[in-house]
Nanobody, 126 residues
Framework: QVQLVETGGGLVQAGGSLRLSCVAS????????MGWFRQAPGKEREFVSA????????FYADSVKGRFTISRDNAKNTVYLQMNSLKPEDTAVYYC???????????????????WGQGTQVTVSS
């Protein structure tokens, strides 16, 4: 079983920045594609960003493109999400996810991922 622990959430004013981190317990972390999703109250979980296992490919939702940057450090078993120019509509619980078994659904689909963290709250005030 792979455990994922997200940190870095908090309360920030619009226009501010936060960096989320997700540490994985798996020794084979470097072979997993990783993703970030978010869920706002009353809404479905939505894709935010993803990164391939060697960081050669990154993906972003249109709503965060140009503002968020995903990266990873395989030596530290950690994936990051740098969030700049935050907006109130970015307010949500942010989840880290690990894709261990390639289901062929694509990086933007929640069902592609096998393991999920507990989430970290991000609140952006206007």
């Amino acid at each position: 079983q792979v455990q994922l622990v997200e940190t870095g959430g908090g309360l920030v004013q619009a226009g501010g920045s936060l960096r989320l981190s997700c540490v994985a317990s798996a020794r084979t972390f470097s072979s997993y594609d990783m993703g970030w999703f978010r869920q706002a109250p009353g809404k479905e979980r939505e894709f935010v960003s993803a990164i391939s296992w060697r960081a050669s490919n990154t993906f972003y939702a249109d709503s965060v493109k140009g503002r968020f940057t995903i990266s990873r450090d395989n030596a530290k078993n950690t994936v990051y999400l740098q969030m700049n120019s935050l907006k109130p509509e970015d307010t949500a619980v942010y989840y880290c996810a690990a894709d261990r078994f390639n289901h062929g659904l694509g990086p933007t689909q929640p069902n592609e991922y096998d393991y999920w963290g507990q989430g970290t709250q991000v609140t952006v005030s206007s």
